[in-house]
């Protein structure tokens, strides 16, 4: 939103301190329970991760209780905070919670109220370092959102073992969909210098769970794999290391071939290598990526693995030589996997040869390979089989691959959802996602349980990534309401079954207030802007409407390819009657869905051709129910605002102006959306006047 920060201290009301404000308590009572329950703090070990989460108590005790709390060696008299594993901990291990913390994994925790030598305490314990320093910022997190903490009993593991953010960032610092500044990483004046910026950035995640970070754009520039390159990881890698955040490198399968002469071209011809081939079936190419890994677990042992976009919009992949995904994916896996590598292999693929339809092809392209593919791959499919479109139906590839580790992968950038100027929020949809029912395994067979759920033999491989809306902005997502976005996300990483509104709810007191009119304010301008968006853009199961630059309307571009719109009707057969997309999903949805009559209106003309007078549930036609919806969407940006103006005297000054103009740039962009959207169906529709 502002000027990217250079080194200086960020001044309060930047929006930089993210959910971590830590503002004193406004509660006086509340604050004197808090500051008796924590009068001094006994971390017992001293591993990087300890050392974190010690100092991240501290450093959140003093700003919510208004002053600090000494750190002891031991419990001393009543309130300790004990911090520990049963490792690093004496006072840990003398409470015989091993077997428990055990069972809840390295980065599962446990918080509980007890005592200690008849002292009353509060002890955060895990098995693992990384497990205390998520329990810590989760008691930090009770403190935030005004929670009691006088008989606690909190445990919690992780749904899902890889929790990732993709950044699309490019080698030359610029993001592709970045809407929120340059790139963090600074990669010119790696490895010499670390911007501080990367500690605060690694806290954010760890506060929400994310531990693996993908650095750079999934269309790679192969020279990130160079050594100049590496030893810039290598050191971010140490940086984020003791929030437990492992970095992840996207890998242009192209890498081996010799460099070629321009960074557009590098990207999709050329290599670092000097191999006349990249085929995976070459002896010399998988000893060249072996040679690769062992170089990057030198330099980074704890390394988490390769994101690959391959055979994908023009990026190098196995199918250049005539191999399938399985034996580009493969491939790589062997050079990981003697170190603990993983490899992501998306599924985001479209070859026009596969089928009519695009959003049949990556289904058609990999569900034949299902059961094929290494212990160490993900195949990972995007939340719907098109490209992050406001709504899209589930990507049917959920369910149709049992015996394939599945990483869904969501978009927090808001490539198509308004970029940094529009207020959405993405929970619901994420949910609408997660919860979708895909009747795989019958009833209840939801795509959360699927992808919390490792195929035999692949145990540990579960994740979900989302591509990253960070940049070097003061407020980090250049909008303030977009850190919503990713603190979600990590949220819902961590515990896919959280409710949307909950965690609107906790982002909106750790960032704004607790003040009850401003958490009921905030919370209700965030939990519908996700359906008036999809109703200002893409109501009742349209998609791409957008213009090149995905912001603008731009109808007439795609008319024809996505959806039809002329005087008889509107909408694309996606039926069995149609190109039979529909028989993608499993029974009931795909007779459901077959059916105009039993599609749900929200996705009515993704699956269907209907006439302008066809009748939807609530009795209007679809020219009606249209023309309602864009207006609704567009009135969404009245509402925003007349919400937010009443909090004026409640926020800041700064962040409290900054989204007031965000939300009036919104408001006018949504209605030229509106206008140009009724307009042009009304013309096709012959509804209305054309070019009036
Ligand atoms: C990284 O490229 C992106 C591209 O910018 C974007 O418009 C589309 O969403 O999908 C591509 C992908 O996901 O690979």
Excluded at 437 to 443: E, I, L, P, W
Aim: proline share 7%; with cysteine.
């Amino acid at each position: 939103m502002a000027a990217p920060l250079r080194g200086q201290q960020p001044p309060a009301e930047s929006g930089y301190d993210l959910w971590l404000r830590y503002v004193g308590v406004e509660d006086a009572a509340l604050r004197r329970a808090y500051a008796s329950r924590i009068t001094h703090l006994v971390v017992q070990g001293a591993s990087p991760s300890l050392r974190a989460a010690a100092g991240e108590l501290e450093r959140g005790i003093r700003g919510l209780l208004g002053a600090g709390v000494p750190v002891e060696a031991e419990v001393r008299g009543q309130g300790a905070l004990v911090v520990g594993t049963p490792a690093s901990s004496a006072i840990v291990r003398h409470l015989g919670w091993g077997r428990e913390l055990d069972a809840l994994g390295p980065e599962g925790f446990v918080i509980r109220s007890t005592r200690v030598a008849d002292r009353p305490v509060t002890i955060i314990a895990s098995s693992g370092d990384a497990g205390a320093l998520y329990g810590a910022f989760h008691l930090l997190r009770l403190l935030q959102t005004g929670r009691p903490i006088d008989t606690l009993r909190v445990a919690e593991r992780p749904r899902l073992a890889r929790r990732m953010l993709d950044h699309w960032d490019n080698l030359d610092g610029t993001i592709e969909r970045g809407y929120a500044g340059a790139s963090i990483w600074r990669w010119a004046e790696l490895p010499a210098r670390i911007d501080p910026r990367l500690v605060d950035y690694a806290r954010a995640n760890a506060s929400i769970g994310i531990n693996g970070v993908v650095l750079n754009n999934v269309n790679a520039d192969p020279r990130v794999l160079r050594a100049d390159y590496l030893a810039k990881v290598a050191a971010i890698a140490s940086a984020l290391r003791p929030y437990n955040v492992r970095v992840y490198l996207s890998a242009n399968f192209g890498a081996p071939l010799p460099p070629s002469s321009t960074p557009d071209a590098m990207k999709k011809w050329g290599g670092i290598g000097s191999l006349p081939t990249a085929d995976p079936l070459d002896p010399r190419v998988a000893r060249w990526w072996r040679e690769k890994a062992d170089e990057i677990y030198r330099l980074i042992p704890d390394f988490g693995g390769f994101l690959v976009k391959a055979s994908s919009e023009g990026m190098p992949g196995p199918q250049d030589y005539g191999r399938s995904h399985v034996d580009g994916a493969n491939m790589l896996a062997a050079a990981l996997a003697p170190h603990g590598g993983v490899v992501m292999w998306r599924a985001f693929v479209y070859p026009k040869n596969a089928d009519p339809d695009r959003v049949k092809r990556g289904y058609k392209e990999f569900v034949p390979l299902d059961g094929r593919f290494a212990a160490n791959v993900f195949v990972q499919p995007k939340n719907g089989p098109l490209d992050f479109q406001p709504r899209e139906p589930f990507n049917p590839l959920f369910g149709a691959m049992p015996d394939t580790p599945l990483m869904p992968e969501l978009q927090i950038t808001q490539e198509y959802l308004g970029r940094a100027t529009h207020l959405v929020y993405l929970a619901p949809m994420w949910k609408e996602f997660l919860d979708a029912d895909t009747h795989a395994r019958g009833a209840g067979s939801t795509v959360a349980r699927i992808v919390e759920r490792a195929p035999n033999g692949t145990s540990g491989m579960t994740g979900i990534a989302g591509v990253a809306n960070v940049g070097a902005d003061s407020d980090w997502t250049g909008h303030h309401f977009a850190q919503a976005n990713w603190y979600a996300f990590g949220r819902l990483a961590w515990d896919p079954s959280l409710p949307s509104d909950a965690v609107a709810e906790e982002w909106a007191r750790m960032t704004w207030s607790n003040r009850p009119r401003v958490v009921r304010t905030v919370e209700s301008m965030m939990l519908g802007s996700w359906e008036a968006a999809v109703s200002d853009m893409t109501p009742l199961g349209l998609s791409l409407t957008v213009d090149g630059q995905h912001y603008d309307p731009g109808l007439e571009r795609r008319e024809g390819e996505y959806w039809h719109a002329d005087s008889l009707g509107i909408g694309y057969d996606r039926s069995s009657r149609g190109s039979d997309y529909v028989g993608q999903y499993h029974e009931p949805l795909r007779r459901l869905w077959d059916e105009p009559a039993t599609t749900p209106p929200e996705l009515l003309l993704w699956f269907h051709r209907v006439s302008w007078d066809f009748r939807l549930p609530n009795g209007r036609t679809v020219w009606a129910e249209l023309v309602h919806r864009y207006d609704d969407g567009a009135r969404y940006g009245d509402d925003l605002l007349a919400s937010w103006r009443t909090l004026a005297g409640d926020v800041d000054a700064r962040r409290w102006r900054e989204v007031q103009d965000r939300l009036e740039q919104q408001r006018a962009h949504a209605l030229r959306w509106r206008d140009a959207s009724v307009a042009y169906f009304g013309c096709r529709s012959g509804r209305t006047r054309c070019g009036g």
